[in-house]
Structure formats: structure tokens, C-alpha cells
């Protein structure tokens, strides 16, 4: 559903982890369900990724990952970090 508003990215579908291995709470945290459209519908199960997305009028997203970090001013992904120590 386009609304052209940041908001949280949530996933579903046979491809999307079932949860965390061995830990319920974090499961429980990021994997919630939510009633369909139709009443009597079954509940979908979603998992919330935590990452800001907008999707525009064509229906592509685009996302910032909400969890950067801040080192002497500059706002850094995670994800850079790993590369730039090596340990990829």
C-alpha cells in the first residue's frame, strides 16, 4: 500500500525466518501477527526489521537502516563497519 511516509519495513512469506534460533523473546519481539483485510481471514505472521522504508507511487521501497552508528560525526552503517575491519 502506497502512503509516500517513512515507516517501519515489515516482511512476510515463505522465504522470511520463522524466528530466532533457541530465543523466544527475540522471536517474539520482531515476529508478530496481524489480521487480514476480511474478517475470518487467518492472521499473517510478520516480522518487523527494524529499517525505515518509504515505497513510492510505483511500489519500489527505498530504506535506511535505522541502526547506523555515530563515530566522530559521521553517521555509520553497521554493515560498513564490518568491511572496514576486515572480519567479512
Request: proline share 5%; glycine share 10%; with cysteine.
Amino acid at each position: 500500500m502506497f502512503s509516500g511516509k517513512p515507516g517501519e519495513l515489515c516482511v512476510s512469506g515463505y522465504l522470511v525466518q520463522k524466528g530466532y534460533w533457541e530465543d523466544d523473546e527475540q522471536t517474539r519481539n520482531v515476529v508478530r501477527k496481524h489480521p487480514q483485510d476480511k474478517p475470518g481471514d487467518e492472521e499473517i505472521e510478520w516480522m518487523h526489521t527494524g529499517d525505515v522504508a518509504i515505497m513510492d507511487e510505483d511500489g519500489y521501497l527505498s530504506s535506511k537502516h535505522s541502526k547506523c552508528i555515530a563515530i566522530a560525526s559521521k553517521v555509520i552503517n553497521p554493515c560498513r563497519l564490518q568491511l572496514l575491519d576486515g572480519s567479512r
